[in-house]
């Protein structure tokens, strides 16, 4: 899947005007269904808008969701720079996870926190990195698709962990398939404990030291990208990886290095879910986000600085529907979620409609402004 603008639309329109179009178009007809069921869209607005940002707690979690989404955002991101099509940031967000809460069991009791923590996100991006980099060199040295290996790899994860749940981390004379509480100097300290420190109250939420994690990815994915011989070669080889190979680059490690690179991305979140939220591993952690980060960076239009604004729409519209559903009777998730595919159809499925009419009316706006006479008053 290619990167590169649209044929016929400046930069500025792709990668500013195009989402923001598809998002408008995405909330006009989720405004249309919600008055067709009996509701005011901007009632519904208000109180989502409202939940997600009208209070500190609402930022909190809104911000605690969003640094998730940045993770599987930037990891989908760099696969398509690449020229890989990566649907597995489901199973690499949850065996990095797995590291984790691994890391955690075996080493809080031995290494002071200044290690600690250090450790844990090295395991997490180390967990997401070795399960993304087994599809990259299926595809690479075996010719097997990474877009059906990572799904099938999505199910393992998710397999492997119940497995090793069940029936050898499961904390003793316990029922659920949880592990036993991480030891304090395995737990990421919270927000409301490191603003507290510096004299800021902060409410209590599950936001945690992560989101500085998620803040440094950012502008470090772009140099990557951008700035780096590493990064020239991820990108060649996504654009034309027979011309990179001419040029001396083999395309095969470059295709293994990409996918553990976007595997060790989706790997941090369970840094910020398994050490920052709940303190313990257990199962169905990442409850999706691993696909939500795909309709996060195609929105982001694969660029970090995109993908930060579009975690940050999701990030309001999980914490603004969970608070919607509270505060306006009737009104369920099922509705949350439709907003949700509306913005991903129109942001994935639907992006090249969208940038046809927006081409077409760039040049009608161009064609009038170049016509003879324009801009002057007609005769009497």
């Known amino acids: 899947m290619s990167t590169s603008t649209f044929p016929g639309l400046p930069r500025w329109v792709d990668v500013v005007v195009l989402p923001a179009f598809s998002l408008a178009l995405a909330l006009g007809v989720a405004a249309l269904v919600s008055m067709a069921v009996g509701f005011d869209p901007g009632q519904v607005l208000v109180l989502l808008v409202k939940g997600a940002f009208g209070s500190r707690a609402g930022i909190g979690y809104t911000l605690y969701y969003a640094t998730t989404f940045v993770f599987t955002g930037l990891a989908v991101a760099v696969a398509l720079h690449g020229g890989l099509f990566n649907i597995g940031a489901e199973g690499q967000a949850t065996v990095g996870g797995l590291f984790v809460g691994l890391a955690a069991l075996a080493w809080a009791a031995v ?31 075996r010719g097997s698709h990474v877009v059906i290996t990572t799904i099938m790899f ?82 060649a ?52 986000a691993g696909f939500t980060g795909i309709a996060v960076s195609l929105i982001g239009r694969n660029h970090p600085v995109g993908i930060v604004f579009a975690a940050l729409l999701f990030g309001a519209l999980y914490q603004g529907g969970a608070e919607l559903s509270f505060e306006l009777p009737g009104f369920s998730r099922d509705m949350v979620y439709m907003l949700q595919g509306l913005i991903v159809l129109f942001a994935g499925a639907l992006t090249p409609a969208v940038a046809g009419w927006l081409r077409s009316g760039l040049r009608a706006l161009r064609g009038r402004a170049a016509a003879p006479g324009a801009g002057e008053g007609g005769g009497g």
Not at 123 to 139: D, E, M, N, R, S
Not at 195 to 213: K, Q
Not at 243 to 269: D, F, N
């Open 237 to 288: 080889v996504g654009h034309a990886p027979a011309a990179a190979h001419y040029a001396g680059i083999r395309p095969a490690g470059v295709t293994v290095g990409t996918m553990a690179l976007s595997g060790a991305l989706a790997g941090l979140v369970g840094v910020n879910e398994i050490a920052g939220m709940h303190g313990r591993l257990l199962l169905d952690f990442v409850a999706g």
């Open 111 to 141: 290494l002071p926190p200044v290690l600690m923590l250090p450790a844990l996100v090295l395991a997490g991006a180390l967990g997401g990195a070795l399960w993304g980099a087994v599809p990259g060199a299926l595809q690479a040295w």
């Open 154 to 235: 999505n199910f393992v994860a998710s397999a492997l962990l119940s497995y090793l749940l069940v029936n050898t981390l499961k904390a003793p004379g316990q029922m659920a398939p949880e592990s036993a509480a991480f030891d304090p100097a395995a737990r990421l300290p919270g927000m409301h404990e490191l603003l507290g420190a510096l004299g800021i109250a902060w409410p209590r939420t599950p936001l945690n030291a992560s989101v500085l994690l998620a803040v440094a990815a950012v502008p470090l994915v772009h140099l990557l990208l951008q700035r780096t011989r590493a990064g020239y070669a991820l990108r």
